[in-house]
């Protein structure tokens, strides 16, 4: 399967605690994106990448969240000191172009 | 950052009839494209519109870009229980940023 991969897909984490998701876009997409959605809610965009340079973050992502993406494949996004509100499926999606496709999200509950 | 409003937010029809959801924008997107999202899964790919004024059509789906390219419809025809999920619309940003509205979930009854 040559699609977007993410990783884990689901954690469940205590308040207070630092996550780690990663993702491994489809090959020799230049652009990564990484997107929050919360239950009935359309994907809040998080930041994206091209390549290896962040192009823009997210102004509702606080200094806790960080995303690399080192060598331009796969990426990271971390979240640290989680809180409950952290709770949502984190979506990574990859593109070559102007058509972005999905990995199937990572979900996180923080307790 | 440019705005998506998708309506309605909420339908549910009976199987066999037609319907219409929109995506609605003040501001002109590069291109702009319509996601289903299943529960628990990531969004579907469904088309991508580029040309003001183009139309797509996938089985009985038709899509539509307005010509000023800050609209967009999605009309099915002869609705089923499989059509059944949340819709997304998305837009490309002249930056290569891509936007999402918040969905039309879509409730067809058998």
């Known amino acids: 399967d040559t699609g977007v991969s993410q990783n884990p897909r689901h954690k469940i984490t205590k308040r207070g605690q630092n996550v780690t998701f990663r993702c491994d876009p489809i090959s020799e997409h230049n652009r990564l994106y990484w997107y929050r959605q919360t239950l009935g809610q359309g994907p809040e965009f998080l930041t994206y990448f091209q390549n290896e340079a962040q192009l823009e973050k997210s102004r509702l992502l606080s200094d806790r969240f960080s995303a690399e993406r080192p060598k331009g494949s796969f990426s990271t996004l971390e979240i640290q000191r989680t809180e409950q509100g952290d709770s949502a499926m984190y979506l990574c999606?990859?593109?070559?172009?102007?058509?972005?496709?999905f990995g199937e999200g990572s979900w996180l509950t923080v307790v | 950052t440019q705005l998506l409003e998708q309506s309605p937010q909420f339908l549910s029809i009976q199987e066999g009839e037609n319907l219409t959801v929109y995506c609605n924008s003040s501001?002109?997107?590069?291109?702009l494209q319509w996601y289903r999202q299943e529960p628990g899964e990531g969004p579907v790919l469904l088309v991508t519109?580029?040309?003001?004024?183009e139309v797509k059509k996938l089985k009985r789906l038709t899509f539509q870009f307005g010509d000023a390219r800050k609209d967009s419809s999605l009309h099915i025809t002869a609705a089923q229980p499989g059509d059944t999920g949340l819709y997304l619309c998305?837009?490309?940003?002249?930056?290569?940023?891509?936007?999402f509205g918040k969905g039309t979930r879509l409730h067809i009854l058998p």
């Open positions: 519109v580029v040309t003001g004024g």
């Open positions: 998305a837009g490309e940003e002249r930056d290569d940023k891509i936007i």
């Open positions: 999606a990859s593109s070559p172009s102007y058509t972005i496709y």
């Open positions: 501001s002109v997107f590069s291109s």
